[in-house]
C-alpha cells in the first residue's frame, strides 16, 4: 500500500515563527498535493505540485510556500505563522486518479 | 455557485435504514467523480468511484447523472461503522489536477 507519512501529528508553534510541514510518500508518485480541513469550509487546496521542483498555487496560497527538491518529499512552508493558519494539514500524493492522504497534522498557532 | 455542493446533514438514522447523499457540481467539463469517507479526526480514504453507467460496492451504490450534474451515493443496511463524513469529490479536468472536495455530509448511524 501507498503510505503517506506527515511528520508530526500534533505541532504547537508561536505567532510569527516560521512554520515546516514534511510529507513523504513512498510509491514514487509524481502529483503531490496539500490541504488544509476546517470546521465547515471542508478540504482546500493550497498548493500542489506535478514534479519536482514544479509547483502550482491552489485556492488558497496565501501565507503558504512550497518546496519539492526530492519526488518524494513535498514541503508546506508558514513563512510567519499566524493565529488564523490554526488547522488540521492534509498532505496527498497520486498517480493518476489514485490519491491516498496522510494521517494529518493538526496545527495550532497561538 | 460553489464548484462542489453538498448537503452537509447531519444525517441521523436507525441502523438498517437506506440513506441516500446527493452532491451537485459546477464544472460541466469535470472528468472524474469520487465519494470519499472521513472518520473523526483521520484522513479522507477513498469509498468508491463514480462512473456514468453507475457502480455498487456491496451496500454502496454510486451514480452520476452527467446532464443533470449530480452524483449520488445510496448507502442500504446502514450500520453503526457506517457512521463518519462523507465527500464528494470532482476531479475538474485531467489526471493528475487537484481533487475537489465539498464539504462533507455528516451520517450518524444508531442502534
Known amino acids: 500500500d501507498v503510505k503517506v507519512t506527515q511528520s508530526s501529528r500534533y505541532l504547537v508553534k508561536r505567532t510569527g515563527e516560521k512554520v515546516f510541514l514534511e510529507c513523504v510518500q513512498d510509491m514514487d508518485h509524481e502529483n503531490m498535493f496539500w490541504y488544509r480541513q476546517d470546521p465547515g469550509l471542508g478540504l482546500r487546496l493550497i498548493y500542489f505540485s506535478y514534479d519536482v521542483k514544479m509547483k502550482e498555487k491552489g485556492d488558497i496560497p496565501e501565507g503558504y510556500s512550497v518546496s519539492r527538491e526530492k519526488k518524494e518529499r513535498f514541503s508546506l512552508i508558514l513563512e510567519s505563522a499566524s493565529t488564523n493558519q490554526t488547522s488540521m494539514y492534509l498532505c496527498?500524493?497520486?498517480?493518476?486518479?489514485?490519491?491516498?492522504f496522510g494521517s494529518g497534522t493538526r496545527l495550532t498557532v497561538v | 455557485r460553489k464548484e462542489v455542493e453538498q448537503d452537509p446533514g447531519p444525517f441521523n438514522v436507525p441502523e438498517g435504514a437506506t440513506v441516500a447523499f446527493n452532491c451537485t457540481y459546477s464544472n460541466s467539463a469535470s472528468q472524474s467523480f469520487f465519494w470519499y469517507r472521513q472518520d473523526c479526526r483521520k484522513e479522507p480514504k477513498l469509498l468508491m468511484s463514480?462512473?456514468?453507467s453507475g457502480n455498487e460496492d456491496g451496500r454502496f451504490t454510486a451514480q452520476l447523472n452527467r446532464a443533470s450534474q449530480y452524483i449520488s451515493l445510496l448507502i442500504r443496511d446502514s450500520k453503526l461503522s457506517d457512521s463518519a463524513t462523507y465527500l464528494c469529490?470532482?476531479?475538474?479536468?485531467?489526471?493528475?489536477?487537484?481533487?475537489?472536495f465539498g464539504k462533507g455530509t455528516t451520517l450518524s448511524v444508531s442502534s
Open positions: 496527498a500524493s497520486s498517480f493518476r486518479y489514485g490519491y491516498t
Open positions: 469529490v470532482v476531479i475538474p479536468n485531467q489526471a493528475g489536477t487537484a481533487l475537489i
Open positions: 463514480v462512473y456514468s
